[in-house]
């Protein structure tokens, strides 16, 4: 059974760096076509995805938040941490890590899907 | 960037038949996911490459997807079924979720 909890500070202040860990069981994230993402999503707003990190150490990040994005993997401690610097009060949100599954498809081509998500953490930026 | 535009609401009787929308440019060319999302809960999936169900996801929902909509049907919709969808797709090897759309059984 695939499980992933994240965790992380409540509350940060503008300008800091905030450090989410999702740690996880059930799979490995050395086993080929498997991936751990993160998404967040706003009070009341929608789902919004930042960053993933794949098998193959192959990292990926949302265009308009890669700037302040850092996404790493420790396999033997089943983990994946997301940093994101330079808070400011409209990244207060939930904050999600999310399974990625994959299907093989024609030349060897990986198609990723986010079959099992967190709780979620709840992450409030304010001084 | 890539943008997935649902309509906002979509409403249902008991027992008919949902349809949520999901467009987006040349999105048939992409596969489509689509997630639920009750009040309080986290994303669960419940179609994946277009029309796949997970495991455990009723087969009255179902998938479509082509030209630039994709859709996310639901038969014989229940009470429980009143929930926020996502679609969600592929671009260049990034993640893009839709605007969601929120159904309400009544």
């Known amino acids: 059974q695939i499980t992933l909890k994240e965790s992380g500070p409540t509350l940060v202040k503008p300008t800091q760096t905030l450090t989410l860990t999702c740690t996880f069981s059930?799979?490995?994230?050395?086993?080929?076509?498997?991936?751990v993402g993160w998404i967040r999503q706003p009070p009341g707003a929608a789902l919004e995805w930042l960053a993933l990190?794949?098998?193959?150490?192959?990292?990926r990040y949302s265009p308009s938040l890669k700037s302040r994005l850092t996404i790493t993997k420790d396999t033997s401690k089943n983990q994946v941490v997301l940093t994101m610097t330079n808070m400011d009060p409209v990244d207060t949100a939930t904050y999600y890590c999310?399974?990625?599954?994959?299907?093989?498809?024609?030349?060897?081509?990986?198609?990723?899907?986010?079959?099992?998500w967190g709780k979620g953490t709840t992450v409030t930026v304010s001084s | 960037s890539y943008e997935l535009t649902q309509p906002p609401s979509v409403s249902v009787s008991p027992g008919q038949t949902a349809s949520i929308t999901c467009s987006g440019d040349?999105?048939?060319?992409?596969?489509v996911c689509w997630y639920q999302q009750r009040p309080g809960q986290s994303p669960m999936l419940v179609i994946y490459?277009?029309?796949k169900r997970p495991s455990g996801i009723p087969e009255r929902f179902s998938g479509s997807n082509s030209g630039n909509t994709a859709t996310l049907t639901i038969s014989g919709t229940q009470a429980m079924d009143e929930a926020d969808y996502y679609c969600?797709?592929?671009?260049?090897?990034?993640?893009?979720f839709g605007t969601g759309t929120k159904l309400t059984v009544l």
């Open positions: 999310a399974h990625l599954s994959s299907v093989i498809l024609v030349d060897d081509y990986y198609y990723y899907y986010m079959n099992i």
């Open positions: 969600q797709a592929w671009d260049s090897s990034t993640a893009v």
């Open positions: 059930g799979f490995s994230l050395s086993t080929s076509g498997v991936g």
């Open positions: 990190i794949y098998w193959d150490d192959d990292e």
């Open positions: 040349k999105l048939g060319h992409k596969y």
């Open positions: 490459q277009d029309t």
